[in-house]
């Protein structure tokens, strides 16, 4: 190791001797993002032989079937907490290590179905062990501005020796976009955005000592470093090895079938893919839902155009009945890119499995029946589970609001395809080659949807320009009848206007007095005037005796 590397190691607050605090915004058995990778964070860090408290929200009994899966509701905090352990070391792959064990700590929260998350009702400082609150504790936030949004009476680094913040959503994209159905406006969307923006670089400056960028998808922050810090369980490497381990032993059998020619001929070993492409997450517009269902109606016209064009004959991309693609991309559910597809059976039918659930459920489907869209709602599923996911061989994400996809990562290490979009949040799984990732940029997302969005702002800033301007013309109506000469003398000033429109105090009998004193001086000393001359008319004279 490299001797500045190893200074940095050695005086780093997250060295060994340090007690570590793992607080997030959601627990198991909630499959989501900051649920899971918190725990596998917490297990790892555990079985280094490291003290690890993972702090995660408790829900009311009856708060539980909203996020959590069905039957599975927690009448006791330690029935939880015995959950959420097992279920992190099994996703860890650390069943077998008994130093993995970490404890659970819990804060109250409430879930509010309108924002999809649970929020603290108290101060959550105050909900971390004595013990583990000693000097020196590192303490790891994950979506430090989701903690402290409105409860913070205490600040993080004022109790903590160092405190790291992970930022994993994109809130500000889901604000602007009206939360679940871009119902929000563009201009009250992008007020409310700009606000949230500065609403969290406040709360992370005060609470925390370094802030983890998952990636540039994520606004500007104080002390910020861009880093995917997140990983995937061990379940889906294997899944991926097992995958590939198959995959190499169908081209080892067809290959052995070629050679032999004429002589005995073999069976090649089947591929582990049997299936086309299908989409998981949870059921809300926000977490690309609307992109998926707007991608697939328009790939699904474009093949219906195709089949009805009379010189129509496949195309280099080739998204044909078994496709979803672009004749110039080439993005099918056989293959990613290029016309290529991966040595593998072809499905028989074009059909998009789609996962998930959620409170949009039902407004997706029928989103989905209106347009006509080939695809199957299978409802909540665990992207673990190799018997549900495992024969697919395409993952679709679309999604333009999130920071990274697990899920997207979790689909790569289990040997899938996946089709993404162009944008800093895929740019980690560029490492991965183009065989792995590629961009569907020019099919959908620099279209006519995104121009249909953009005319849309431009419109609604147009308006609110007007107005603006209307109250502008306004104002210099008013200054233009202020300076008429025969409109009355209007004050031109605030001040003026107000001290004609202020009548004037009543006058004492002392001030009375000296204003008649004066008049009567000024009366007295006053000189008189001369008159000009007249002229008078001759009068007759008596004459003398």
Known sequence: MPENKTRLLETSHLRKSHTKQVVTTAALPWRTGTAVNPALRAAHLAARGLRVTLLVPWLPPGEQPAVYPPGQV??????????????????????????SRFRVAWYEGRYFPALGSILPTGDVTGAVPADAAAAGCAVVLEEPEHLTWFAHRTRWTARFAHVVGVMHTNYLSYVASGLS???????????????LCRINKWTCRLHCHKVIKLSDAVQQLPRQVTCNVH????????????????????TAGAGAVEAEGEGEERAPARSPFTKGAYFIGKAVWGKGWRELVELLDHVQKKEEQRKLSPDSGGGGGGAGANGVGDANGGVGVNGVGGGRSPPAPAPSSSVVDLYGGGE????????????????CFKGPADHSDASVVGPYRVFLNPSTSDVVA?????????????????????EFFRQFGEREVVSV???WFRGARAHLRVCAFFCAF???RLFLRLCAFRRSLVLFREEREDAPPFARTKSERNSQLTPPPPITHAQQEHQQHTQKTASSTARPTSSPPTSRAPCATTPRP
Not at 77 to 96: I, N, T, Y
Not at 182 to 192: I, L, P, Q
Not at 406 to 426: D, F, I, Q
């Open 441 to 443: 940029g020019a099919i």
């Open 231 to 250: 990983g995937v369980a061990s379940c889906f490497l294997e899944q991926g090895a097992a995958a590939a381990a198959a995959a190499a032993k169908a």
């Open 462 to 464: 147009a308006r609110l």
């Open 74 to 99: 927690f009448q006791t905090r330690e029935a939880q907490a015995e959950h959420v352990v097992s279920d992190a070391r099994k996703r860890a792959g650390l069943l077998g290590d008994p130093a």
């Open 406 to 426: 697990t899920t997207t990562a979790e689909a790569l290490a289990m040997g899938k395809w996946a089709v993404v979009e162009e944008l800093p949040c895929n």
């Open 181 to 195: 159905g871009g119902s929000g406006g563009a201009v009250g969307g992008a007020v409310a955005s700009s606000a």
């Open 360 to 375: 949009d459920l039902d407004a997706i489907r029928r989103e989905a029946e209106g347009r006509g869209l080939r695809v």
